[in-house]
């Protein structure tokens, strides 16, 4: 099988990368290094069916070359993570939106099947006890920057499905919800490196509002293998998967138990949402998924912990050396492409 996988240097296409590698395919990664880092494929450079080229999806040759020879496509590339996409909702709209279209173009050209990687963002403000994938979509204004990551991945998603029904396009749709591990970085606000770093160098770990909103982490050594016999599953075209941890933590939960489990002497900051992304910024209060579409297709099932996720993440950043530059700090996150 060769496959081709945009944002192969990011952290979840990271490891994706390693897993197919793993099981004997050929990989081009294509990839831009503007939120992703050379350092995630460290060690697979010189991998004999490993091939990688730095080239953005926004550019229609680049795609097409890269995916010349392709039986199918896992298409992770995108502007990620909120505190991005609010300071630079411009590129975040271009890279998901265009971006997308290109790489659906040319994997029409070759023929090849299409993994589009989605997000949970698109459910929006939907606090309901879990969601599953017809459930509606709570945006706020389209005006609003935070909301521009949700509404482009929403349109991916229709895109994908139009790419379906009027060229017969093979295309699974995974939903990916808070997934984490190690490699991801802190720098664009993703709150488990960011805690975990914090944790591990003695200062505050950054709590945004008052800490009572809630998420779902899972392992992204549980994810990747399902999104992989999601691609392999056979399903009508344009179906979408969520794909979530199991166990539901509020954020402050989240901190108090990184604390203990690293035993820290960090403190706990609680900063408002104005300072830690901008005016008026409007978080989600719950996310919680229902995995039972793909349970029930490949079996998913989400088992590595809590505890363990901590603990593997705090390996992790300790063998990578903690590098404050990765850890976004309230003040001064930088947001620099990373060549
Ligand atoms: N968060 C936090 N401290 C941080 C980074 C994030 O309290 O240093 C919060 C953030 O406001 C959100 C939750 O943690 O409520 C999850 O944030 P993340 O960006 O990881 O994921 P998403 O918001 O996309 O679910």
Redesign the pocket.
Known sequence: MKTLVTGGAGFVGSHLVEHLLAAGDEVTVLDDLSTGSIRNLLGLQSHPRLNIVFGSILRPRSVREAIAGCDRVFHLAAVV??KLIVEQPLRGLRVNLHGTENVLDAAVGVGASVLLVSTS?IYGKNTADSLHEESDRILGSPLASRWTYAAAKGLDESFARAYVDEFGLDVSIVRLF?TVGPRQTGRY????P??VGQAVRGVPL????D?T?S?CFSYVGDVVPAMVQLAEHEHESGQAFNLGGAHEVS?VDLAERIVARLDSQSAIEFIPYDV?YSPGFE??RR?VPDNTKARLAVGYHPATSLNEIIDLVAAGIQKSGTRPDDL?SIVGATTTADL
């Open positions: 993570g909120v963002e808070n606000g993703m709150v488990v960011n805690l950054t709590v945004f509002g800490g909103q998420r954020i830690a978080d989600m996310r976004m």
